[in-house]
Nanobody, 112 residues
Framework: QEQLVQSGGGSVHPGGSMKLSCVVS????????MEWYRQSPGNEREFVAS???????DYLGSVEGRFTISRDNARNTAYLQMDNLRPEDTAVYYC??????WGQGTQVTVSA
């Protein structure tokens, strides 16, 4: 049973930046696919970005070029750097390890 602890999030103006972190317990982090998802009110949870153990990266089309996913295996941590944020990026963001364990979620609000 892994535990994922997220940090970051909050409120930002359009065009601003924010960085989310996700720390994974245990010793298997380097072997996990790490993903970020988000869910806004009234919508289903949607995929945002992923990074494999070999650092193959994928993004949701609407965030590509603005968001950057990364991982630090020495710190058991995955990151999501979000730049040029838009109001439509407002959601609760979740990290996921190994397509099995989820973080607690963190609110990101983009508004003027």
């Amino acid at each position: 049973q892994e535990q994922l602890v997220q940090s970051g999030g909050g409120s930002v103006h359009p065009g601003g930046s924010m960085k989310l972190s996700c720390v994974v317990s245990g010793s298997m982090f380097s072997s996990y696919l790490m993903e970020w998802y988000r869910q806004s009110p009234g919508n289903e949870r949607e995929f945002v970005a992923s990074i494999t153990p070999y650092e193959k990266i994928d993004y949701l089309g609407s965030v590509e070029g603005r968001f950057t996913i990364s991982r630090d295996n020495a710190r058991n941590t995955a990151y999501l750097q979000m730049d040029n944020l838009r109001p439509e990026d407002t959601a609760v963001y979740y990290c996921c390890a190994g397509r099995k364990w989820w973080g607690q979620g963190t609110q990101v609000t983009v508004s003027a």
